[in-house]
């Protein structure tokens, strides 16, 4: 042990309630969030029970990753 | 032109299978009947494959030439969202993410700007996964002033600059440090070399004189691949063409969804740890993986790793989902097509900032695919209880990257990249059969470097590099061997050593077989006033003594692997290991897992790997329960089983 450090803490992915049903599984768990899947990234409303999408709409190209000269 | 498939799980409803539509259907979707489809798909995956062999016989740069280190592909056009349709049968962890790198880098150049003729280049890693070494190098295919194409090259440059000569370093603290970063800019323009681009790269790099000549080959390459689909899409219109590379992605994902829907429902987690990073071994690193599998859908969630490191052992998104595309590939259908569609469903969500999701500027990112690797064996750990006998054992986990420059006496500088370590090692095994021994890591794919090229290049001798005994893991079906590799070095080195997974077998078990035991790496230094070279090393415990121990867990006082008791020893406990004239190296892997019960393995195929000593007679008994009589080295055909003591010690209550 060369010396000692604390730990940083794991990021969380935040997950945002989204009020609703499930239309096809009934659930109330619907929540919005970004997936990177085919095609890139997405935000999507997906229900925590049965993964059905009700949404997905492209998100930020890089996803959290923001540059600079987007501003120009 | 459309498609008959959906993103996942918008609809509740089956989708029509591919093969279930009518010709009709089949025509209207794609733009040519399923044979012309297949004709036009084969005709794309000769294009890719003769751009990487032409690409092969030029390359002056050893990583090309003696690694394979590079990947082409062909991507549809921005309106479908650059679909990767046909890859090469090459560099996975290319494959996998050139996909969004094409996307990615012509979005943010804009596909408005390009001409027929025009080379766009990127290697940030944020914008098109791996390292900043990797280079993407995107040429657009028009027709009538209409993009419809990309053919693009993803190619390892021996070295992009930054604090360590050649790169493979986990020392690197940032960006800044890893090397240069190229956004989107063209390097040929209209068929004209862009002279700013290349002066921003050869001011930057080391070897430019290497670089050059492999730059326009790979220029070449791309438009041998430009010519080729032009051609195809001569022959059989452009619609057929446009098709062709929608059908390819629907394949694949129609194929991951079946093999999805194999699984069962529900929740799976598993995890894979990592040593230490570069800065000090404080701290350790744990990718968490968290599957949740509901009918023909996965969302893979990497909630739980560990923040990234401050170091630059991380990998980016791009990696880790190609490490997500290539685990369940393996797992569930390695017959599945590695298109853009085999993502189709899976959602890989995760938190930012992680060690596999890493962000700029301190996140930096060179031995990505550590990391990812890492996510291969979490996703193998977290499913392999659910699959039974379709679950595969781990492999070796680590390349442990050898990575040494220097200058020999008379005053010639040499640079040693990726060749003498433990860059190479085994498989874990399958239902099919034992592991393979001498390979590279499951998401690699790439050619060992001739014994004769490493020794051309620099001043080193080759004297070892074998499969070490005993250390497949035991089962059924047994894990590759790992191997031993030393290296005797003939001038004074700088040696930057990145084996990052030796406290925890990275060959985990499947289906009831036994992990694969880890390696280590040593340094034996010179005997004071030697003037001989060294002679062999032998490879009893006892010889470990006079080492200088690089990393493993190893006994204090031997310094030979003890996993149970040992201490262990933090690779960049000096951030350059210098060795002097007539220094071995010894890299030993960590062992492939094994597959199945090992006492159930055919006592035949036992005394076949006493044999050819994969297992010592000891380990035969210990880890098979068979007992084998003679010696493999003095009387190899003599060996025999004792069949009786055999079964005594098989039926032993456990």
């Known amino acids: 042990m060369t010396e000692e450090h604390d730990t940083p803490p794991t990021p969380v992915l935040e997950r945002i309630p989204v009020h609703g049903d499930c239309p096809r599984c009934g659930a109330e768990e619907l929540r919005r969030y970004p997936v990177v899947s085919e095609g890139g990234w997405f935000e999507v409303v997906k229900c925590q029970q049965c993964l059905l999408s009700l949404d997905r709409s492209p998100w930020s190209r890089l996803g959290p990753i923001q540059l600079l000269t987007d501003l120009l | ?172 603290s940032n960006v800044y440090e890893n090397g240069l970063v190229i956004p989107p800019m063209l390097l040929w323009s209209r068929d004209e070399p862009v002279r700013s681009t290349f002066s921003l790269i050869f001011d930057n790099t080391r070897w430019g004189g290497m670089l050059l000549p492999d730059f326009k080959s790979i220029y070449q390459q791309l438009a041998l691949g430009e010519r080729l689909v032009l051609e195809n ?75 990234q490191a401050r170091t630059c052992i991380n990998c980016g998104v791009l990696d880790a989902k190609t490490a997500v595309g290539v685990a369940l590939t393996m797992l569930l259908d390695p017959e599945v097509p590695f298109t853009s569609g085999t993502w189709r469903n899976i959602d890989l969500a995760t938190p930012p900032g992680t060690l596999v999701s890493s962000l700029p500027p301190d996140g930096g990112i060179m031995m990505f695919w550590e990391a990812s690797g890492a996510v291969v064996s979490a996703v193998f750990d977290a499913l392999n209880p659910a699959l039974g006998e379709k679950g595969v054992a781990g492999d070796y986990g680590s390349t442990n990257t050898h990575n040494a420059s220097g200058v020999t006496a008379d005053g010639t500088p040499w640079t040693s990249a990726t060749q003498c370590g433990g860059e190479h090692g085994p498989w874990g095994a399958t239902k099919e059969g034992d592991g393979d021994s001498y390979t590279v890591l499951f998401f690699l794919n790439n050619l060992d470097p001739a014994t004769e090229t490493i020794e051309h290049d620099s001043p080193v001798v080759m004297l070892r590099k074998e499969h070490a005994i005993d250390t497949g893991g035991p089962g059924t079906f047994r894990g590759g061997a790992a191997n031993l590799k030393d290296t005797l070095w003939l001038s004074e080195g700088n040696h930057y050593l990145s084996p990052f997974r030796t406290k925890v077998p990275s060959g985990v078990g499947a289906n009831g077989g036994e992990p694969g035991p880890n390696g280590a790496i040593w340094i034996f230094p010179p005997r004071d006033g030697a003037d001989d070279r060294p002679a062999m090393l032998g490879t009893t415990p006892d010889v470990y003594a006079t080492s200088t121990p690089v990393a493993g867990v190893l006994d204090p006082v031997t310094k030979a692997l003890d996993p149970v008791d040992g201490e262990y020893h933090y690779f960049a406990s000096r951030q350059v290991w210098q060795t002097k004239t007539g220094s071995i190296l010894r890299c030993l892997t960590n062992g492939g897992g094994g597959w199945g019960d090992p006492f159930a393995r055919d006592p035949e195929r036992v005394l076949a790997d006493v044999r050819n000593e994969y297992v010592s007679v000891a380990g035969a008994a210990r880890d098979y329960g068979v007992v084998v009589i003679g010696d493999p080295r003095s009387d190899p055909e003599g060996l025999r089983i004792d069949v009786q003591a055999t079964a005594a010690l098989r039926n032993q209550p456990s």
């Open chain 2, 233 to 307: 899409i001569e022959r059989y219109g452009l619609d057929a063409y446009l098709g062709t590379l929608t059908y390819a992605c629907d394949t694949s994902a129609e194929r991951m969804r079946d093999a999805i829907a194999l699984v069962p429902d529900g929740e799976y987690t598993g995890s894979a740890l990592i040593d230490a990073d570069g800065l000090d071994d404080s701290i350790d690193y744990t990718v968490q993986v968290t599957l949740r599998k509901q009918g023909q859908d996965i969302e893979v969630d990497l909630s739980g790793t560990s923040a």
């Open chain 2, 1 to 172: 032109m459309t498609t008959l498939e959906t993103t996942p799980s918008t609809t509740g409803s089956e989708q029509t299978r591919l093969r279930d539509i009518s010709d009709a259907e089949f025509t209207g979707a794609y733009g040519c009947d399923r044979f012309t489809a297949a004709v036009i798909l084969n005709r794309l995956r000769y294009a890719v494959e003769h751009m990487s062999t032409g690409f092969m016989r030029e390359a002056f740069s050893p990583i090309i030439r003696d690694w394979y280190d590079f990947a082409c592909t062909i991507s549809g056009p921005p309106r479908h969202n650059y679909p990767m349709a046909v890859v090469s049968n090459s560099l996975v962890v290319f494959l996998g993410t050139l996909g969004d790198a094409v996307r990615n880098t012509v979005e943010e150049f804009g596909p408005e700007n390009l001409s027929p003729g025009d080379v766009l280049i990127c290697n940030d890693p944020y914008r098109g996964g791996t390292h900043v070494n990797d280079v993407c190098f995107i040429r657009p295919v028009f027709v009538d002033g209409e993009i419809v194409s990309f053919v693009n090259m993803r190619a390892h440059q021996l070295d992009m600059g930054g604090t360590v000569p050649g790169g493979f370093s986990a020392t690197k």
